[in-house]
């Protein structure tokens, strides 16, 4: 296809038609919505999107809105975007937040999941779990001040809470921040940077030292080493 030509610098026109026939999931459509872009302009042609929250101007300098989208759903808005980018593509969208009385209604009959929902409460976690006995792997996406980060959840693999005993859904990205620092530490392999932003948001947000990461730590930074990840 024309549209793609430029991809097969990289990747064959067979593996091309096996990105647009991949089924997405984009569970959160904050960080969620540049992901969207990115993969339908790749090529990913299947997605659905859900997410209950509106647009706030607070969102503009990160999110992939503009000033006339504010009070509007951003799943909606969103959708409505991505089928201006790709007519031909099926751009579902659900208006609603993922909860514990509809988490099973939404997880089904997808390839990928990204799971970009808030941490305000363990349904991310739970999203993993459920997804990961339907043999989906979830990608989890984190923005570390101007740098990006990814962890990759396998069916039957470590689950993200698992980086510690006393993993607490409520600010698990500064979490995740500290234990990616910790990690690199570990391995001598500091970054430096990281640990700045995660002290500069423990500032921001009033917050004393973020959760210790123990009991695991050891087992999944020897389990992380092992494999390159």
């Known amino acids: 296809m024309e549209r793609y030509s430029r991809n097969y610098i990289y990747i ?21 919505s540049v992901i969207a872009e990115c993969a339908l302009r790749m090529g990913f042609e299947s997605m659905t999107i859900i997410d209950g929250d509106k647009i706030e101007e607070s ?12 009070g509007k759903y951003k799943a909606e808005r969103l959708a409505k975007y991505l089928q201006k980018i790709n007519p031909n593509a099926q751009i579902l969208h659900y208006n ?31 999203v ?7 043999g989906i792997p979830v990608l989890h996406p984190y923005n570390f001040g101007w740098a990006g980060f990814v962890t990759v959840v396998k ?7 698992e980086i510690s005993s006393k993993v607490k859904a409520e600010g698990f990205e500064l979490e995740m921040a500290e234990y990616v620092a ?5 391995w001598n392999q500091p970054y430096l940077w990281l640990q700045d932003v ?5 500032k921001a947000w009033g917050k004393d030292s973020a959760t ?18």
Do not use: W
Not at 155 to 161: A, D, K, L, S, V
Not at 182 to 186: T, Y
């Open 12 to 32: 064959s026109e067979s593996e091309q038609e096996k990105i647009r026939s991949t089924k997405i999931l984009i569970a959160g459509a904050g960080l969620g």
């Open 59 to 70: 969102n503009l300098n990160r999110q992939n809105y503009t000033t006339s989208d504010i």
């Open 96 to 126: 609603a937040f993922i909860d514990d009385n509809n988490v099973n209604d939404y997880i089904d009959n997808y390839d990928i999941a990204i799971n970009a929902l808030d941490f305000k409460s363990d349904i991310p976690f739970k």
């Open 128 to 134: 993993d779990r459920l997804l990961g006995k339907r």
């Open 155 to 161: 069916p039957g693999g470590y689950q993200i809470n």
């Open 182 to 186: 910790q990690h690199a530490a570990f």
């Open 198 to 202: 995660v002290d500069e948001y423990k």
């Open 212 to 229: 210790a990461v123990v009991g695991c730590f050891m087992v999944c930074c020897g389990t992380m080493h092992k494999n390159n990840v």
